[in-house]
């Protein structure tokens, strides 16, 4: 089984960046979609970013387009997502997450394994 495990979040300034990591484990990464979700407290978790198994497609969500950048690195493991000129509406935890078959890659249900997530604090 697939596990993944997520780093890199933290507390920074509106308009600053932050670079999260998601490391796997277990199977060879390029048989896997990979998203990235996030969930603030008392909402529900929503998609950010996706990304095709070789990295040919990337897909955001309108409000991070322009500002967030989702990578994957098969050889070492790893999903990225870099985070530009963040907001406080982008304060929440973030979770890695990994499909076999994915095809709209915005639904959460489509995704088979994730992460334990990673807290990203965005002040003003």
């Known amino acids: 089984q697939v596990k993944l495990t997520e780093s890199g979040g933290g507390l920074v300034q509106a308009g600053d960046s932050l670079r999260l990591s998601c490391a796997a484990s277990?199977?060879?990464?390029?048989?896997?979609?990979m998203g990235w979700f996030r969930q603030a407290p008392g909402k529900e978790r929503e998609f950010v970013a996706a990304?095709?198994?070789?990295?040919?497609?990337?897909y955001y969500r309108d409000s991070v387009k322009g500002r967030f950048t989702i990578s994957r690195d098969n050889a070492k493991m790893s999903l990225y997502l870099q985070m530009d000129s963040l907001k406080p509406e982008d304060t929440a935890v973030y979770y890695c997450?990994?499909?076999?078959?994915?095809?709209?890659?915005?639904?959460?249900?489509?995704?088979?394994?994730w992460g334990q997530g990673t807290q990203v604090t965005v002040s003003s």
């Open positions: 997450a990994a499909g076999a078959r994915a095809r709209l890659y915005r639904p959460a249900i489509e995704y088979d394994y």
């Open positions: 990304i095709s198994r070789f990295g040919a497609s990337t």
């Open positions: 277990g199977a060879t990464l390029s048989v896997y979609s």
